[in-house]
């Protein structure tokens, strides 16, 4: 028996573009510890140890060590270096997940998401030369523009996803195994209708959560359009229109709906979710005779 129908690759779905791991608190002993020159150091003082045949080097590079990373660890040039080690490895590492959040969608999707993005392209390149004081705008701007596009590369997955469970599910026929189930009640041993009256109650939501999708497939569809629309009016905007400012402005509406729409995508998602438990109170109602109830409980997933 299945009730499946569950949004397919609900577990990949990547959340917000935010990074926890920005947010966790850096140990710059470690840090200290971990530099290339550190590690080259304590070879060589290893080495020499092995040389002279005696345990002097290995207690004078013990003592330099600490004294090393205790002072280096608290210098503040360090940490900034650090701070950048990291804020660039997590950089690189969304860019990775970006280039393979891309690479699982379809042809036509990927081919969209290109399109956007040499439209990016060119707003970067037509505000490029101003001047030096509006360079902080042309970079919130830019920040702004790279966020679209990891929100829009999230929204087009949601959209496949959807379209995907769109076409592996049949609402009329989970409405018509109800009906089934609802005419023969009356003839069926008291434990039989027990059983198929917790059956109608998780094929009733699964035809509730397919029409959610089918409205959330919509949401998600109108949200890459207008992204779509947008942009290409600020490239055209960008022509004629010297003030980064005001584009950032209207890049921050955009990207405040983008985020909107993904947390419903999320919401649809955790309704999900939530078909399990009462899955699992029918399939644990071992205690019934299943050759009793094989003509109701046809395989329903498609």
């Known amino acids: 028996m299945s009730y499946g129908g569950g949004f397919p690759g609900q577990s990949g779905f990547p959340k917000g573009s935010g990074s926890d791991s920005g947010q966790k608190e850096i140990n710059f002993i470690k840090e200290a510890f971990k530099v290339q020159y550190n590690w080259i150091a304590l070879a060589g003082m290893g080495a020499l140890a092995l040389v002279s045949a005696s345990a002097l080097p290995l207690i004078v590079a013990g003592g330099l060590e600490l004294m090393y990373l205790a002072t280096v660890s608290q210098n503040s040039r360090f940490q900034r270096l650090v ?4 804020l660039s490895e997590e950089q690189k590492a969304k860019e990775r997940s970006l280039r393979d959040l891309v690479r699982s969608l379809p042809a036509d999707m990927q081919g969209r998401y290109t399109n956007l993005a040499s439209v990016c392209s060119s707003i970067r390149n037509n505000y490029s030369q101003l001047s030096a004081t509006s360079q902080i705008f042309v970079q ?68 509730e959560k397919y029409q959610k999708i089918v409205e ?40 405040h709906d983008v985020e909107q ?22 399939l644990q109602s071992g205690d019934f005779d299943t050759t009793s109830t094989s003509p109701q409980r046809s395989k329903i997933g498609n």
């Open 83 to 86: 701070r950048s080690w990291k």
């Open 140 to 207: 919130q701007m830019d920040s702004r523009l790279q966020g679209l596009m990891n929100g829009y590369a999230r929204l087009l997955l949601a959209a496949w996803q959807q379209r995907q469970y769109l076409k592996t599910s049949d609402a009329d026929a989970i409405k018509k195994e109800i009906a089934q189930l609802q005419q023969h009640m009356n003839n069926d041993p008291p434990k039989v209708q027990e059983i198929n009256k917790r059956r109608i109650e998780i094929l009733t939501k699964r035809v």
């Open 216 to 255: 959330n497939r919509q949401v998600v569809d109108a949200q890459c359009s207008a992204v779509e629309d947008v942009l290409q009016l600020v490239r055209d905007q960008s022509i004629t229109m010297r003030d980064p400012q005001q584009v950032s402005d209207q890049l921050a509406n955009l990207v």
């Open 261 to 282: 729409t993904e947390q419903t995508v999320q919401q649809v998602e955790a309704i999900f979710s939530s078909l399990t438990p009462d899955m699992e109170g029918i």
